[in-house]
């Protein structure tokens, strides 16, 4: 093929991918053709905000999809994504893959029962308006359709993580031709142990001459989920006084706590000293967006208890803390997303091994959300290693609804028998996902490329 009809291939490729792109409107949504080294710095010299992509439209975006204010919440979907074709005589040969849990009930019982808790002394003790008695009252009709599963994985949360199994499974089948090993490795959480069961169950199925190993284990943790509690060796990463001042302005700023607890509670000290304002709204709110994850979602959503822009408000609150603790942010130095770089050496390390030996085809890691996400910031991938000083300013560059329920990044590992060079396909929930090195060939990159960057 001649250069004219290789530059006529990849515009044609770019427009189909493009289309397909904008059709997509899913999960991870907004997403497009991997950007160039070079048009991320077009990005920057434009917005002064480095390691970014494209600026987001955030406040209409979640406006027209309120559900995306439940941030990792939010739930994952299977958009019809077409992937860009590897060159000429390039096949995919191994995969690289770390997947958080599907989606769950909320965080933990307290969250049910200590709600439950404070509206039925606020109602014993005359402390709730009349907006106060009527939430009450749903509440206690909703109570027992959750009660006592906090943090369990729900069958919605079953299917996803099948679903994930599938669509690798279709879209890469020659990585599953013969005799297929993985070697997985799990976090000691339940809810990941039942997505990690049900992944390779569903897998199993596809192709029975598919066998695993299994490390699950709390000393796995360094390799798997640094941040997490369960890790021996954590090192947590303390936000600065500064940061924390900054937060805290924020939240002043844009939630007005007391007005809102008002509309519920007449005696509001009450509220303060037995359960604290803000902890009740973000809890309420916790409760009230996880209904999107539950399998029969009730008939009363509580649509009327919250604005959208009191939803807003509070996941661009909830978002900036999240920067700060998981994102490249000046203002804590990219101390929450240093160490795990200990997942990032561990997928290096397990892929060239896996790739000399041939013994190896799937390496699949199940974590959490806190892994995922610091992760890929800490990879700069797409726009979450955005770079900003502005707290007003992260939500239109650093998202907290693209960690949604079932999120997972993926290394898709191409050979050729004509070319030494292995290449490297990127995906982030299910989308090609771009890197701060150049392109090897449209959507794809050098595994040399990418190991020498990431091991400086």
């Known amino acids: 093929m001649n250069i004219f009809a290789w530059m006529k291939k990849i515009v044609l490729n770019n427009i189909v991918l493009a289309v397909a792109s904008l059709l997509a409107a899913g999960t991870y949504s907004f997403a497009q053709i991997p950007a160039t080294p070079e048009q991320r710095a077009a990005v920057e010299a434009e917005s002064g905000v480095k390691n970014v992509v494209r600026k987001y439209d955030t406040h209409a975006e979640m406006k027209a999809c309120p559900d995306r204010t439940g941030g990792e919440y939010f739930m994952y979907s299977f958009d019809d994504v077409r992937l860009t074709p590897a060159p000429k005589g390039y096949k995919p040969v191994y995969i690289s893959h770390i997947g958080r849990h599907g989606a769950r009930y909320a965080i933990s019982d307290n969250v049910y029962e200590k709600l439950r808790k404070i509206l039925t002394e606020a109602h014993d003790s005359g402390k709730l308006t009349d907006a106060g008695e009527s939430l009450r009252d749903r509440y206690e009709a909703f109570y027992p359709s959750v009660a006592f599963r906090g ?23 020659e990585v599953f031709k013969g005799k297929t090993n993985a070697e997985v490795l799990c976090t000691v959480t339940p809810r990941v142990i039942v997505s990690m069961n049900l992944f390779m169950d569903e897998l199993k199925g596809l192709d029975n001459d598919l066998t695993y190993s299994l490390e699950c284990s709390t000393s796995i943790m360094p390799l798997i989920h640094p941040n997490g509690g369960a890790n ?18 924020l939240l002043s700023a844009k939630v007005d706590v007391k007005g809102f607890c008002s509309k519920y509670f007449n005696d509001t000290d009450f509220l303060e000293k037995s359960y604290g304002m803000w902890k009740f709204e973000l809890d309420l709110r916790t409760v009230i967006l996880d209904l999107q994850c539950l399998d029969n979602e009730p008939s009363d959503r509580f649509e009327d208890v919250f604005t959208f822009e009191e939803l807003f408000a509070i996941w661009e609150v909830w978002n900036f803390n999240g920067y700060l603790s998981m994102g490249r942010s000046p203002l804590t130095d990219n101390k929450g997303v240093l160490n795990t770089s200990a997942i990032l050496k561990n997928i290096i390390e397990c892929a060239d091994r896996d790739l000399a030996s041939g013994q190896v085809q799937l390496s699949l890691r199940f974590s959490h959300d806190t892994a995922i996400l610091p992760l890929v910031s800490y990879m700069k991938l797409d726009n979450f290693g955005a770079v900003v000083s502005d707290p007003e300013e992260v939500k239109n560059w650093w998202r907290s609804d693209f960690i949604p329920m079932a999120s997972n990044l993926q290394l898709i590992f191409y050979r050729s028998k004509r070319n030494p060079e292995i290449l490297v396909k990127v995906l982030y929930n299910g989308h090609e996902a771009s890197l701060p090195i150049p392109q090897a060939a449209p959507s794809f990159y050098s595994w040399t490329t990418f190991k020498d960057y990431y091991r400086q």
């Open 151 to 173: 943090g369990e994985l729900t069958h919605k949360g079953q299917e996803q993580l099948r679903g994930i199994a599938d669509v690798m499974y279709r879209d890469f089948p």
């Open 232 to 249: 021996p060796y954590r090192v947590k990463a303390r936000i600065p006084a500064g940061a924390r001042a900054k937060a805290d302005s």
